[in-house]
């Protein structure tokens, strides 16, 4: 009697829920044909403002939602053509840029895009001056003087006027950034609250002219988008994208299998491996402009050494590491602009040469046996990368501790130059060489108080004559010795430089094999959603 | 002089009003001691969650704006956070403003943490609750079914299904039920709460996802949230199953050796009787504190779970928070599981009320 009591006590709730698990049948595969589904990690994202955006994830969804004045062109990234702006003019000396808008251009809401749009527009960046304001208002706009140098002079005619000279290369390429995303002035302006220039309402809404606009973002969740049938370069083949939170790189992997994800971005290479065996689905590698490198202190004396340096860039296995290890994440390339930027050197001179390593440390005269601490972030592969260093540096007679942290415990020890080395990441803020050089060459006051804290600074590597010369480059209007420059600038950092330059990132993702178009480009604000189709 | 009741009875009460005044004073007595103690445990965990928010060695203006700002852009936004005074006056402020309800703006979402919170908590709600009611139904007579079958094969069994439970990591669990069931059986649907198909059809009314489909009259959109929920509830499920399987069999040992239980058979009572009125009544008050336990650490938020499931509840929120250095974001929900600890805390109080009259 008891028996049977428990047993069907048991068998009920037993039955609730397996009986539960099994009649509910196979789940639905396969995405909805006109709904492009990615699974991709978007925990970075806090804003869709294109004037504070600067994140990874942000910028790629801004990227799809506005259209810029220029824009990389998606076909061959080397190139600009025109988004809002159809043509534009350069004065002989270089400091004005007149802008004439696309005829018909129309934002989401309906209204007109116009060259007025577009002078609010890179106006309110400067006037709000959040994160990524720096790359406009380094041509010398404030919120002062702004009004005057970016000027709508008619309904289809944009002027702006340079305070500080630049290379016109420079100033386009930064203005295809999305700080040069053209917004909707009307729309944002009926929801500004107290003079915020619709601050507090654009963080999650859209007001561009963009392929897509935003459907809804719920933050560490999902982003959805709705496709523009309006958009100028036509309506996008797939009516919705929804960007997936997925933090977990082997539940990207079965979403993808399954068919409940088209695309799958942060995959490891054994996983991509595991995939592409299979002809449902198809590796598509692109070279972005980041680059890996470790960042040599010069607070500590024993890395302030010329000559440990030295030994140091030959003591790491490039070869090795990008073959066995990164398995075309990444590639050998050992100057920091990545290969596809305007004036990339692209020679790799060092080579691991443990011989080579332990003489130089042995004229270096800084004793048997020097110590280093190295700072490494605790996600894969940086930690692998960082323990392959360790050995070839044992070997060459470097002894290394590893201090495994979290990305953002690390970036505030690197910031404190409290580090001795550490294995960084870097990438491009817009496309030009300007970008890169500026924060790996330039260090225009190496006291702890120093205000421009690049990498160079947070290195501590005081380069007066390079951080002229990283000055006069992004001034340079001739197109030849502007390249001359960059191509010298790289020449003495790869040899002389406060840090090992390593490798460029090749972003490798994974889509079924019926999904044909998505663009990743160089930079994060450069992918593209807007030619995908699916057969 | 000690006070007591008879003290504070004025001498002109009659006896009646008297016994009803001191019920009462009894009574608001505990709830002043319950309030008292509910506000300091909620100061302790702020000023604690505080502290360690802010002696972590991450600069929490990362979160804000990002490694990239000019110097000038960090230096603002410090001021407007505060984060330039001192500590205790960061303290106090934040203070001020959760008195006021205020508790500040996630820096990853850009919403008040509230707003978050009332968005995360239900998946985590429905996802804890499922999980403890399968705990509930197969752990309680499994343990019970143990001590009964004590040291036979079948305690044996049970003993091992609940140790698994208890040791094999449930991130593990998970990743290989998702393997089984969702990639290579196709029985239930994959992580997500809902297929995206719905996702953007169902209005989010409670944003308990089986309510809001019922509420919009899908039946189909209910099935695939259930087929979503059914695995990631059954992984925690089963950790819930073990530890009330575990408690229940050690409480339900010591019940059966109790004389009352021989009397009881003596008296030839039905071993039915004897097992589920007498012992199982007995070990209720303890048995619910476990289950509250294991409830209230669901609600905490099923980290690892929520994870590998891309499950949008309260654990993700908060580690995603804690990985971005998003500490408004953290402070708030850890209020948040504290209030929840502390109301489960208070409702198992009021069961044992209703269950064991001794209590009252």
Known sequence: ?535 | MALSPEADRPADLPAEEATAHSAFLRLSRRAASLIGSVVLTVLGLLMVTFTIGRVVPVDPLLAVVGDRAPEHVRERAAIELGLDQPLWRQFLRYLGEVLQGDFGNSVLSGQPVLTDIARFFPATLELATTATIMGVFLGVPLGVLAATRHGRWQDQVIRVVALAGYSVPVFWLGLVGLLLFYAELGWVAGPGRIDVVYEYTIEPVTELMLVDTLLAGDTDAFFDAVSHLILPASVLGYFSLAYITRMTRSLMLGELGQEYIVAARVKGLSETRVIWRHAVGNIMVPLITTIALSYAYLLEGAVLTETVFAWPGLGLYITQSLFSADLTAVLGATIVIGLVFIGLNLLSDLLYTLVDPRAK
């Open chain 1, 1 to 535: 009697m008891r028996r049977r009591t428990t047993f069907a006590a048991m068998a009920l709730s037993l039955g609730l829920s397996t009986g539960l698990l099994g009649a509910l049948g196979p789940a639905l595969a396969a995405t909805p044909p006109d709904t492009l589904v990615m699974a991709k990690n978007i925990d970075d994202m806090i804003t869709l403002d294109p004037a504070e955006c600067f994140e990874f994830s942000g910028g790629e969804i801004v990227a799809q939602m506005y259209t810029r004045l220029v824009t990389p062109d998606p076909k061959d990234f080397s190139q600009l053509v025109g988004g809002v702006a159809e043509s534009w003019e350069i004065s002989p000396d270089g400091d004005k840029l007149t802008f004439k808008i696309r005829p018909g251009l129309k934002f989401h809401s309906g209204n007109p895009v116009t060259a007025e749009d577009a002078a609010w527009s890179l106006q309110r960046v400067i006037i709000l001056d959040k994160t990524p304001a720096f790359i406009l208002s380094q041509f010398g706009w404030t919120a002062d003087n702004v009004k005057a140098h970016v000027v709508a002079t008619t309904p289809d005619t944009l002027e702006i006027t340079l305070v500080n000279k630049f290379a016109p290369t420079l100033v386009l390429n930064a203005l295809s950034a999305g700080v040069g995303s053209v917004v909707d002035s009307k729309l944002v302006l009926e929801h500004e609250e107290n003079g915020d220039l619709g601050y507090g309402w654009l963080k999650n809404q859209s007001a561009g002219s963009g392929a897509f606009k935003l459907l809804t973002w719920k933050a560490k969740d999902a982003v959805a988008l709705e496709a523009n049938p309006d958009f100028y370069l036509g309506a996008p083949a797939m009516k919705r994208v929804i960007v997936r939170h997925v933090g977990e790189p082997a539940t990207q992997q079965l979403l993808i299998q399954k068919g409940d994800a088209d695309i799958a971005r942060n995959l490891s290479p054994d996983q991509i491996a595991e995939l592409t065996k299979s002809p449902d689905f198809e590796l598509q590698a692109e070279p972005k402009q980041s680059v890996l490198y470790l960042g040599l202190n010069q607070k500590n004396e024993i890395l302030a050494n010329p000559k440990v340096r030295d030994a140091l860039r030959h003591a790491v296995d490039y070869e090795g590491l990008a073959t066995n290890l990164l398995q075309g994440q990444w590639k050998v390339h050992q100057s920091f602009l990545g290969e596809g930027t305007f004036g990339a050197l692209n020679d790799n001179p060092y080579s691991f040469d443990v011989e080579k390593a332990k003489a130089l440390l042995a004229e270096s005269g800084v004793g048997a046996d020097p110590k280093i601490t190295f700072d490494v972030p605790n996600t894969s592969p940086y930690i692998d990368i960082a323990q392959a260093i360790q050995g070839s540096f044992g070997q060459a007679g470097v002894g290394v501790e590893l201090v495994q942290a979290d990305q953002k415990q690390i970036l505030t020890k690197y910031r404190a130059r409290n580090h001795d080395m550490v294995l960084m990441y870097w990438s491009p803020d817009y496309l030009d060489p300007h970008s890169t050089t500026d924060y790996f060459a330039n260090n225009p006051d190496n006291s702890d108080q120093g205000t421009a804290k690049t990498i160079a600074w947070r290195n501590a590597w005081d380069i007066p004559e390079l951080s002229r010369q990283t000055g006069e480059a992004a001034l340079e209007l001739d197109p030849e010795a502007r390249e001359e420059t960059y191509l010298d600038i790289q020449r003495q950092v790869q040899d002389e430089g406060a840090y090992v330059l390593m490798f460029q990132q090749v972003e490798q993702t994974v889509v079924r094999a019926n999904v044909e178009g998505f663009v990743s480009g160089p930079t994060f604000d450069t992918v593209t959603y807007a030619g995908v189709t699916k057969q």
